[in-house]
């Protein structure tokens, strides 16, 4: 895949393959593409106009639309389209506009053939299909492009992947943060140490077992993205536990289904119970788009605020709830872990439940770093590495 230099730039910086067009014309309006492999694609007059790459419309240096929707004729209209001999796609405009070239692997991409392409494709999962997390060399992985995007690609797609035999070094944690995009700090820093607090403001800062749950569902919008590298370790005990929330809600949905309805619709509230802050969110535990489909679980049993809604709401809500709780703790969704020493867990904080049992403080070391970031970080930081890669064939 390798740009073509004298074909005209894009509204982004991607690099589009050349693909052929096999011959272009105007219909009803729109430019009509049929491309050398047979298929056909239909593209918006107006689409066009404001992705048009001319100086003037489009930054060349920022790659934005300069213009307003109301700077273009409300029917503007393709009149013509030729393919240029450098591939290059040229349409002549209705209103006395000039003529504008287009980038061909930029129409293709953008082209709708059905359905929309969508990378984000979840990969359900329980104990038994997953019993561990896709596991990488972390040294190996930090250094090379195509392993470190198997790593993020296996963490978009399962929820959760591990790094295995890194070194236990100061900075580290923040360095891997920040190669992947921003980190997003909160209440407990920029990055937190899971550790025995004499005055904890949360259950995570004591050495008492977790069930499964998300952080932050105290926050509008809970972070997409947790990592925790265990830097040390050995006590006894602790080991961590990760289950697939979409895995669960989808078999509530499918087996028990009054109580599937429940969880999407009744709101709970969560709030921190710190004493220098005070944090509440709303939301259901499970949050749906307009298709059906899952897109976010709100889930953690401690932050619950009560529940202030009619009684039958309640009954509903706390039975589905607690039907939800069956779920995640029954070991055949878990997955249990080891935190060893030089293993980084990075999750989907709003998918992935994790937990861990009890362990014993007295009995030795255990020094676990953590830190917010989103899914937008991710999928950014993905998107980069198949770019990266793209341009290197
Ligand atoms: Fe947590």
């Not at 894009?10 to 105007?26: L, Y």
């Not at 047979?38 to 930054?59: F, I, R, T, Y």
């Not at 389209?81 to 000039?98: D, K, M, Q, Y």
């Amino acid at each position: 895949m390798r740009d073509h230099q004298d074909l005209p730039i894009t509204p982004d910086f991607d690099p589009w393959p050349m693909v052929e067009a096999r011959s272009v014309e105007a219909q009803d309006g729109a430019l009509r593409i049929t491309w050398a492999d047979g298929e056909v694609s239909l593209h918006h007059p107006l689409l066009l106009a404001e992705n048009d790459p001319a100086d003037g419309v489009l930054h060349p240096l920022s790659r934005e639309t300069l213009l307003s929707p109301t700077d273009f004729p409300e029917d503007l209209a393709v009149t013509g389209a030729t393919v240029l001999s450098n591939g290059a796609i040229e349409v002549a405009w209705s209103h006395g506009r000039p003529p504008s070239q287009f980038h061909p692997g930029w129409l293709r991409g953008n082209a709708w053939f059905g359905e929309a392409g969508d990378d984000i494709n979840p990969v359900l999962w329980t104990a038994k299909e997953l019993p561990e997390p896709p596991s990488f060399d972390g040294p190996a992985a930090l250094e090379n492009p195509a392993l470190f995007r198997d790593w993020l690609t296996a963490l978009r797609d399962y929820g959760v992947a591990r790094l295995t035999g890194l070194p236990n070094r100061d900075g580290l944690l923040v360095e891997i943060g920040e190669q992947i995009g921003t980190i997003r700090a909160s209440n407990f820093g920029k990055t937190f140490t899971l550790e025995v607090k004499d005055d904890p403001d949360s259950n995570a800062y004591t050495s008492h077992p977790l069930p499964g749950h998300i952080d932050l569902p105290t926050r509008e919008c809970s972070p997409g993205l947790q990592v925790l590298f265990c830097r040390e370790n050995s006590t006894t005990g602790g080991e961590g536990t990760y289950a697939d929330a979409y895995r669960i809600a989808e078999d509530i949905r499918a087996e028990e289904p009054e109580h599937f309805a429940a969880l999407a619709e009744i709101n709970w509230t969560y709030n921190n119970r710190a004493k220098t802050t005070s944090y509440k969110a709303t939301g259901p535990v499970v949050d749906l788009d307009a298709e059906g489909r899952i897109t976010s679980v709100r889930y953690n049993t401690w932050l619950r605020a009560p529940l202030v809604a009619p009684l039958e709401d309640q009954d509903r809500a706390y039975k589905s709830y607690r039907a939800f709780a069956k779920r995640a703790e029954d070991p055949r969704y878990q997955m249990l872990v080891t935190y060893r020493a030089g293993d980084l867990f990075a999750f989907d904080n709003r998918r992935a439940l994790h937990g861990r049992r009890g362990y014993n403080a007295q009995g030795g070391a255990r020094f676990i770093e953590g830190f917010y970031s989103d899914r937008d970080d991710l999928y950014s930081a993905i998107r980069m590495c198949d770019r990266q890669l793209a341009t290197e064939v």
